[in-house]
């Protein structure tokens, strides 16, 4: 059986996807991505491991993407990371035109045609306030980890509003409002709102236009998501697997 492999190694987490030659999913690994290339290779070792492969040898063809993609020179092609999350998107959600990805490190909106094809984008990589990253962040303040989050928003009553957008400015707010006695799924109501706001933002600029799709790891943040759905008046298509749709997108690509 031919395989083909993607591997994206994003800034905090590595994700690797073997798909056979109808492009369905036999593999997935997933390791923080760290220094160096030990989180890349151990995602991939992952994946291999799940269809009892020995090496990469044994797959017909690969592609990398994503910050890291340059060191895995082993891989037969390179992609950038947008045209895998738009590739990747096209298959997995029906007709759609809008892809909101946000990871650990950026947030980006992707603009596709019609036909699945990547148009235009825009791009917030340049401060951390909007990304995985502020969150990481917020939950080590809130002493929970980034996944506890959703469910602390559900149990919120009101939203305490932050004001900085500075992620470190942001997070001396979070410890001025926990130390005044605000309940912390108010806070991290608030937390959500923020990364909202942001990404709404970066949307309009896009220019919404349905079917979205939210992919990247801050989709698995159910509250937060439809928080967003909210503000940007679509319903927002998401999956479990949201965090590999960039390696997807490169399986996708090294299929061919
Ligand atoms: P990158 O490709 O830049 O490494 P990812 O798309 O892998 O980024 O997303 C990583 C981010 O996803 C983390 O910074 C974290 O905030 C968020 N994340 C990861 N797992 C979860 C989860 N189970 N629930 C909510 N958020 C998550």
Request: aromatic share 4%.
């Amino acid at each position: 059986m031919d395989l083909f492999l993607g591997i994206d190694v994003g800034s905090t987490a590595s994700k690797c996807v073997i798909v056979n030659a109808q492009g369905q999913v036999v593999a997935r690994g997933l390791h923080a991505t760290g220094a160096g290339t030990a989180g890349p290779r151990l995602c991939v070792e992952e994946a291999l491991r799940g269809i009892g492969l020995a090496s990469v040898e044994e797959v017909a063809s690969s592609c990398s993407t994503g910050y890291g993609r340059h060191l895995e020179a082993w891989t037969d092609k390179q992609v950038s990371e947008l045209s895998c999350h738009a590739k990747g998107a096209a298959k997995l959600f029906e007709g759609v035109r809008t892809v909101i990805d946000i990871g650990g490190q950026d947030a980006k909106v992707l603009s596709l045609s019609e036909d699945g094809k990547l148009v235009d984008f825009v791009m917030n990589d340049k401060c951390a306030a909007g990304t995985g990253r502020f969150l990481d962040v917020m939950a080590g303040v809130f002493g929970c980890g980034v996944s506890d989050l959703s469910e602390l928003d559900r149990e919120s009553t009101e939203v305490a509003p932050i004001s900085s957008t500075c992620t470190v400015f942001a997070e001396s707010e979070v410890i001025s409002k926990l130390a005044a006695g605000t309940p912390i799924p108010n806070i991290v109501a608030g937390v959500h709102e923020s990364v909202v706001e942001r990404t709404y933002g970066l949307a309009k600029r896009a220019g919404i236009k349905p079917v979205v799709a939210m992919t990247g790891g801050v989709a698995l943040n159910d509250a937060l998501r439809e928080r967003l759905e909210n503000r940007i008046g679509h319903p927002i298509a998401t999956t479990d697997d949201a965090q590999f749709v960039g390696a997807y997108g490169a399986a996708l690509f090294a299929l061919g």
